[in-house]
């Protein structure tokens, strides 16, 4: 008892599940609002002094773990944002913004700077991530149809 389909058809099936997962992908924007918040804590914390930073860094960590959880529950699946290959350039993009902020971030915690850049660079830090979640997923949403094609 086999089930043998035509080549063609399966082709099809592939190409229709992609297409319509590109549309079907539908997530609240509270999980953009909420991995903007992890990077502004992540990066802010950044700028605290001992024993704040270490603990900052950590709940930042644990959140971002329980986010991908909550994902993988909620989707079934996980794709990392450096995977696919348009949508990886604005995963690119994102770390390099963060992680400039990141080294400002440190100014105030290892030099004589304000504490306030910290915090501004952590509220930076959010807005890119808010931005650059929407705008990761726009990309891989239309990457999903025109592969599917």
């Known amino acids: 008892m086999t089930n043998e389909s035509d080549p063609r058809e399966a082709l ?3 190409a229709a599940a992609r297409a319509s997962l590109g549309q079907e992908l539908s997530y609240p924007f509270l999980y953009d609002l909420a991995y903007g918040g992890v990077l502004a804590l992540m ?5 605290l002094q001992s024993p704040w930073s270490t603990i900052t860094l950590g709940v930042s960590l644990t959140a971002l773990v329980l986010m991908i959880n909550w994902w993988r529950k ?3 699946w996980w794709v990392n944002g450096f995977s696919p290959p348009r949508a990886r350039w604005v995963a690119i993009g994102l770390s390099v913004v963060v992680m400039a902020l990141m080294g400002l971030s440190f100014w105030p915690r290892f030099g004589d700077g304000p504490l306030w850049v910290a915090l501004v660079a952590g509220a930076l830090a959010g807005i890119a991530g808010i931005i650059g979640g929407r705008l990761w997923m726009a990309v891989y949403r239309r990457e999903l149809r025109e592969t599917a094609r």
């Open 74 to 76: 909620h989707t079934g």
């Open 43 to 47: 990066v802010g914390g950044a700028g």
């Open 12 to 14: 099809a099936e592939i």
